[in-house]
């Protein structure tokens, strides 16, 4: 078969020339080698290049990777932590009230200063018997004058005078004056004048006297007909009648006072009265 000297062969034209022979498989084969010698025969002597729908498509470039965003990690939350409940407190107890410190023949006891000075001026007049430390008399004694018991007493003690007791006496004491600053007394005190008992003293009996300065204990009652006073330190069981009393923050009394030396007639001044 010859070839065609012109290059721009139409292949539409070619296709409609040989319409009628389009049946015939081995005619279509050999019109298509035909074809692609025309082609190459016209691209050898014009140089052109393949036409551009014959060459193969350029593979598509796959896009640029964009770059990976560095994301910051989520920091975790941490678990809370529980607190331990907090275990309610005990209710606080009330401290028992302290009870008053008794110290005996101690040089902060003013009942015991006070009774050296006076046994001092009565030593000075010459009419003060002396019963010393280490000496102990079983039996009552009596004194015209004054009397300073230094030692130990078991018995009654009456004496004209004053008497400060500073040793140990058990049984009644009468004197005009009675000082007390000992660690324990067992018997009544009767004065025509002041009892006063002294810091960590306790008596056990009444008293009685004009006037009465407890700082020490008494387990008794208090018959004073003048002014009583019941020191901060000082404890009374039992019921107290004088003119006037005064307790003192601290003091512990139980029973009752009365004012029957006071001079007012309660049942005249509560009465009732007719007001025109």
Do not use: W
Request: with cysteine.
């Amino acid at each position: 078969m010859g070839t065609f000297d012109d290059a721009n062969v139409d292949k539409d034209l070619l296709s409609q020339i040989f319409a009628d022979e389009g049946d015939d498989a081995e005619t279509d084969a050999l019109l298509d080698e035909m074809l692609k010698d025309v082609e190459r025969e016209a691209s050898r002597r014009s140089g052109e290049e393949i036409p551009a729908a014959v060459q193969e498509e350029p593979a598509a470039e796959a896009p640029a990777e964009e770059p990976a965003v560095e994301t910051e990690p989520v920091a975790q939350e941490e678990p809370a932590v529980q607190m331990p409940a907090e275990e309610p407190k005990p209710e606080k107890e009330e401290a028992p009230t302290a009870m008053p410190a008794f110290e005996t023949n101690t040089e902060n006891d003013p009942i015991l200063k006070e009774a050296k000075q006076i046994m001092d001026e009565e030593r000075k007049g010459g009419t003060i018997t002396t019963i010393t430390a280490g000496t102990t008399i079983k039996g009552g004694i009596s004194s015209d004058g004054s009397l300073e018991v230094m030692g130990v007493i078991t018995g009654d003690v009456e004496c004209q005078g004053k008497v400060a007791i500073v040793g140990t006496v058990t049984g009644n004491v009468i004197a005009s004056e009675i000082y007390v600053s000992s660690k324990r007394l067992e018997g009544g005190l009767s004065s025509e004048g002041a009892v006063k008992i002294g810091v960590g003293t306790i008596v056990i009996g009444d008293v009685d006297g004009t006037s009465a300065y407890i700082a020490g204990a008494v387990k008794g009652d208090i018959d004073v007909n003048g002014h009583v006073i019941v020191d901060s330190t000082a404890i009374v069981q039992g019921n107290i009648k004088a003119k006037s009393i005064q307790v003192n923050n601290g003091a512990v009394v139980d029973g009752y006072c009365s004012l029957n030396y006071a001079g007012v007639n309660l049942e005249d001044f509560f009465a009732e009265t007719n007001i025109n």
